[in-house]
């Protein structure tokens, strides 16, 4: 089963997916961010959060 997220969470994570190969990731307030990685919908890269497969997966409601 799918971990629900707060509402500020999933609009982050679709930021997150909107990001092009090469560009930035978003900045994703600290408190938003804490809540994708431990549903382990994001993962930390350097000092940014970036969205993993599995976040896509949830965007794509692919999940149970």
């Known amino acids: 089963?799918?971990?629900?997220l707060s509402p500020?969470?999933?609009e982050a994570l679709r930021?997150?997916?909107?990001?092009g190969v090469g560009q930035a990731p978003p900045e994703v307030p600290s408190g938003v961010a804490a809540e994708l990685?431990?549903?382990g919908v994001?993962?930390?890269s350097a000092d940014?959060?970036?969205i993993t497969c599995d976040g896509r997966k949830?965007?794509?409601g692919d999940c149970d």
């Open 1 to 4: 089963m799918a971990k629900s």
């Open 8 to 10: 500020e969470a999933i």
């Open 15 to 19: 930021r997150l997916n909107d990001v």
């Open 37 to 39: 990685l431990s549903a």
């Open 42 to 44: 994001a993962a930390r």
């Open 48 to 50: 940014r959060v970036e």
């Open 58 to 60: 949830y965007l794509s």
